[in-house]
């Protein structure tokens, strides 16, 4: 039986049940979070806080929940472990870096970043840093990253972005843990992970999670990077800014219509707390949150067409399959 890391220690993948692809507990700006702790406030009421959130998932049904957060997007497992000793949900978490451009100034001279300099290819720090990730744990605490996340958005295939890539692919290749990439569809960069990752690097599409697939309403362009053997995450159901909620459920509703059930995963792109968004905006994105899916998703697509076996299979069997590299 293929076994999973997560925060509280491996887990079977029979185990699973019902998966969220792309979530997150906390998503923070270190700098900012350290520097003005003001709107953060207490570090015991917001864990707290989280604790009753990922207990309403459980609720709901939600019994594995993936933490997408990596470098860049404020990871701290430390207060990840905290809750995790409290909801019975599984936590996965991820390591990765996520810039929409340059790399970190970390890595500006190291790496590949010095082979002009040196007249030769170094290697990039990244990939041994993923991989101790993976196999030792992160930052000292035992808790073995599942998943590898990198990101390119409408910026497109910038050098940072693709060397962040690259090491994403090698530790892939190395380890065998599945992938989430962070696309914009509208810019149909899914086409640069395949190019890069894939014909470039040698990864199965198929261990690749195609992140936010569902921002576009293009089914052509999905059908398409599902052909090509991708899993498209249709994952942020709740985010109504540049979208609609009929729009996202019509696009799933029409990806099942096709064929497409088994390339499919579900999930929100929620979190307990996120410091990219002023507090008073998230009151107008009152579906924002780990229970949406069941909520509002479901019963919209069930009148009007999609089974419940259909979508149960979205949430329970295609995630378990894609960890088990089936």
């Not at 709740?238 to 579900?266: C, K, P, Q, W």
Request: aromatic residues 8%; proline residues 4%; hydrophobic residues 40%.
């Amino acid at each position: 039986m293929k076994q999973l890391e997560t925060v509280r220690g491996p887990i079977d993948a029979a185990d699973l049940g019902v998966t969220l692809m792309h979530e997150h507990v906390f998503v923070l700006t270190g700098d900012i979070h350290e520097n003005y702790p003001t709107e953060w406030g207490s570090e015991d009421d917001r864990i707290a806080d989280a604790v009753q959130r990922l207990h309403g998932a459980y609720d709901a049904g939600v019994r594995t929940m993936v933490d997408l957060t990596v470098v860049g997007l404020g990871r701290y497992i430390p207060r990840i472990q905290r809750i995790a000793e409290q909801v019975p949900i599984n936590l996965m978490v991820a390591t990765g870096v996520y810039t929409y451009d340059d790399v970190p100034f970390f890595f500006h001279y190291r790496g590949p970043a010095l082979n002009e300099m040196v007249g030769a290819q170094v290697p990039d720090p990244m990939v041994d840093m993923f991989i101790t990730d993976i196999r030792d744990g992160i930052a000292g605490t035992g808790v073995k990253a599942g998943m590898l996340k990198c990101a390119i958005d409408q910026q497109g295939l910038t050098s940072g972005v693709e060397r962040v890539m690259r090491a994403i692919a090698k530790a892939h290749l190395e380890t065998g843990t599945p992938i989430t990439v962070h696309t914009h569809p509208g810019s149909r960069t899914g086409l640069d992970v395949k190019r890069v990752m894939c014909d470039e690097e040698g990864v199965d599409p198929g261990r690749i999670v195609l992140g936010h697939s569902g921002d576009t309403s293009d089914c052509d362009h999905l059908a398409e990077l599902a052909d090509a053997g991708f899993i498209l995450g249709m994952d942020r159901f709740g985010i109504n800014l540049d979208t609609t909620f009929e729009a996202r459920a019509d696009t799933l509703i029409e990806m099942v219509r096709r064929g497409y059930t088994d390339r499919m995963v579900l999930s929100q792109d929620a979190s307990c707390y996120i410091d990219w968004v002023e507090p008073a905006v998230m009151t107008a994105l009152s579906q924002w949150h780990y229970t949406h899916v069941f909520d509002d998703v479901l019963p919209y697509v069930l009148e009007r067409g999609v089974t419940k076996e259909q979508f149960d299979a979205m949430l329970v069997e295609v995630p378990r399959a894609f960890f088990e590299g089936r």
